[in-house]
């Protein structure tokens, strides 16, 4: 009987134990979810979840701007004619670092049907491999400490690809893969 006793008792130490580790364990995770979301917010980078609230809804008129590209080029919201695909990065975010390559590639397939214009959020001097491969396929924007093209599609999220014609939003989505893109493009 004293063998039996001494076991349970070792046996409940030892529940007590595991609970304590899984506690600890739980706390921790927790910890790591509230830092993980704090760097999302602080590098600007979009909840994935609530990705599709920072991007321009279809209908929308794209607002007011005036900006010059980097070739000295003025641009506006009138500028929009015809159906022109604008695409946003930023080169703090990793995805638009990797999305830039497929929209180069797309921009040089499709450059005789749809034309475009990427806006990319750096200092000057900043991005400049982005910023370079990004010219010479589209006209380019710097955006710093104001963002008027941002702004005007009411685009907070990066990488983001807004579809617009006439300066009407016709669709807008965080990949090219997931806008939806005319046939004749």
């Known amino acids: ?13 030892l529940c007590m134990f595991e609970l304590v580790v899984v506690l600890g364990v739980i706390r921790r995770l927790r910890e790591h ?6 760097l999302v917010k602080d590098q ?3 909840d994935v979840g609530h990705v599709e609230e920072r991007l321009p809804d ?3 008129s794209v607002g007011a701007f005036a900006v010059t590209t980097l070739d000295g080029e003025p641009m ?11 695409a946003f990065f930023s080169v703090d975010c990793g ?20 034309s475009g214009l990427a806006v990319v959020r750096a200092t000057p001097g900043e991005g400049t491999a982005m910023v370079e491969a990004l010219r010479s396929v589209v006209p380019v924007v710097l955006e710093h ?14 990488p983001a690809y807004v579809l617009v ?5 016709l669709g807008s989505a965080i990949a090219l893969d997931r806008l939806h893109l005319p046939a004749t493009a």
Not at 145 to 158: D, E, L, Q, W
Request: proline share 4%.
């Open 95 to 114: 995805a638009c670092v990797d999305s830039v390559p497929g929209f180069v590639t797309f921009a040089r397939e499709h450059a005789g049907g749809l």
């Open 58 to 60: 279809a209908g929308v």
């Open 145 to 158: 400490n104001s963002t008027p093209v941002s702004t005007a599609f009411k685009v907070s999220a990066y």
């Open 44 to 46: 600007g980078f979009a």
């Open 33 to 38: 979810t509230r830092i993980l979301d704090s």
């Open 1 to 13: 009987m004293p063998y039996l006793t001494a076991g349970l008792i070792l046996l409940a130490a």
């Open 76 to 86: 506006n919201e009138r500028s929009l004619r015809g159906q022109r695909l604008v």
């Open 165 to 169: 014609d006439e300066g009407r939003v």
